[in-house]
């Protein structure tokens, strides 16, 4: 698909984005209202506060009520910072359209909804959607810290948890965006010259696919790991602003968590494993599709497509959790949802790892883009 043709539906998708959760955000008013905890226990309603905060321009909203700067800022009896705050905001509404315009540009340019297209594209740009999310927040987080009036304090810490703030609204958000803008994108697609699917030799795509799997899973099976994950949260020691990484590494590098099965029964933690199983079978099987599919196997279409493929598979993971879950039960049927969205940003840096080794792995097995066929000069006589 020509850019002339993808821009409509990414402009449309990234505004789409970054109005409902624009609306998210200001809905978070609601639930102070005196009748929201009759609709909701307060437990729900604190819950769906969570969610709603990375995303209120209202500071009274993303304060907790005892000012603590673990769940918000300190804005609370004081409004020195409501400029920085606000400014905070706005570098993270705009920061969501621009990330997700760019990624939704480049996805339905290499996966066009044609040709039996329509369902990848349809999962990329919902896998999308809370990496974009993850990438605004990031950027719109330097902001946000300095606006709690205490920057300077433990600010890796801060930032990890900033980072790790876009909430399972994102995810839902991005489903509603994705399914839109697919339909856009099949209306501008009419009358465009097919793009047929490439043919990529399955031993190939088979081993391009393992090698990527095995970099997503050195973050699920060996960082992850109790011990080693203790390690990279507790190993760095000293003084200063930066003596705190741990927090800000767990957030980057950890996809999960998992130990032995001490204490446990051997069926339930193999129950409980399924779900990395689950996610690795989901990044192998995308990964052994993901060079047939694209257009044209460039280092960017492979790492972002290896990136939302990681994603596809963290949510269809966190999925299982929750069917194996019995936090509706004690909890309340909200906090089922609550680990939605989460380890994206491991995702994003283990999925650009994972296309890359992927691309890597194509070229050296010998499969390469089909080049142009030069065009014979025209005969005069």
């Known amino acids: 698909m020509t850019y002339r043709r993808a821009v409509i539906p990414a402009l449309v998708g990234g505004l789409l984005i970054t109005l409902l959760l624009w609306w998210a955000g200001a809905s978070a008013q609601a639930l102070q209202l005196r009748g929201s905890t009759s609709v909701f226990d307060v437990d729900s309603v604190n819950e769906v506060r969570r969610w709603l905060m990375p995303w209120s321009y209202d500071s009274s909203v993303a304060v907790p009520s005892d000012g603590s700067a ?10 020195r910072y409501a400029d920085l705050y ?29 040709q039996g297209r329509t369902p990848a594209t349809l999962l990329a740009l919902w896998a999308w959607a809370p ?75 088979r081993l391009s696919a393992s090698v990527g799997t095995a970099v997503v899973a050195l973050s699920l099976v060996v960082l992850s790991y109790q011990s080693v994950a203790a390690w990279i949260q507790t190993s760095f020691s000293g ?5 705190e990484p741990g927090d800000l590494l767990r957030q980057w590098l950890l996809l999960g968590a998992w130990a032995g099965p001490e204490g446990t029964a051997l069926g339930q933690w193999l129950l409980y494993r399924a779900a990395d199983v689950l996610l690795l079978a989901v990044v192998w099987w995308s990964l052994r599709l993901l060079p047939g599919l694209l257009t044209r196997t460039t280092a ?12 596809l598979g963290l949510l269809a ?50 499969d390469h883009d089909p080049q142009p066929s030069p065009v014979a000069p025209a005969q005069t006589h």
């Open 70 to 79: 673990e769940a918000g800022t300190d804005l609370g009896a004081s409004t």
């Open 239 to 243: 003084a200063g602003l930066l003596s």
């Open 131 to 205: 990496v974009a999310a993850t990438l605004a927040v990031t950027v719109s987080a330097p902001w946000l810290i300095a606006s709690r009036g205490r920057g300077s304090y433990r600010v890796l810490p801060q930032l990890a948890g900033v980072i790790g703030s876009i909430g399972p609204v994102a995810v839902f958000a991005g489903l509603v965006t994705a399914l839109v803008t697919v339909l856009v994108a099949r209306v501008t697609a009419k009358g465009a010259d097919p793009l047929p699917r490439r043919d990529v030799t399955p031993r190939a795509a």
């Open 300 to 311: 960017p279409a492979m790492a972002v497509g290896a990136v939302c493929a990681t994603v």
């Open 317 to 366: 993971s966190q999925i299982l959790h929750m069917a194996n879950d019995d936090t509706a039960s004690v909890w309340g049927p909200v906090h089922v949802f609550s680990p939605l969205g989460t380890s994206v940003p491991a995702a994003l840096t283990f999925g650009v790892m994972a296309g890359l080794a992927a691309l890597a792995t194509l070229r050296l097995a010998g």
């Open 86 to 114: 606000g400014t905070a905001m706005q570098i993270r509404f705009v920061a969501l359209f621009a990330f997700s315009l760019a990624g939704a540009l480049l996805l339905l340019r290499r996966i066009p909804p044609a």
